[in-house]
């Protein structure tokens, strides 16, 4: 998961740059922010259990420029959700829920019932 983050941290600082150019008509679909990402909160302040993940969340900043990007995972539902640091996951717009994986959310059986039925 974590390869995941620098990954998508690496193609937002790409797209911030303006490297890599490319149009709207683009079939990527790698999400796009919609401003710049120093304007994102800090994920320390979004990612709180019990909290509602904001339904326009897009992703928040770790620390100093490193971001984590809101790469959309699908539920049976066809809702999207989000995870971060193998340790919380969220609907945009629903509670912010906390992994008691020990640090891999993918044992944990919250969560395994979670994608099972968001």
Known sequence: MKSRVIF????LAISVTGCGGGD????????QPSGPAETW????????????????YEGCVIKGSS?????????????TYASYDDRWYAVPGDTIRESKGGGNIFSDKDFQKFTQSC
């Open 8 to 11: 998508t941290a690496t193609l």
């Open 24 to 31: 709207s008509s683009s079939s990527d679909s790698t999400p």
């Open 41 to 56: 909160p800090s994920c320390d302040t979004v990612w709180q259990a019990g909290q509602t993940l904001p339904k326009d």
């Open 67 to 79: 971001v984590a990007v809101f790469s959309p995972e699908q539920c049976p539902s066809g809702a």
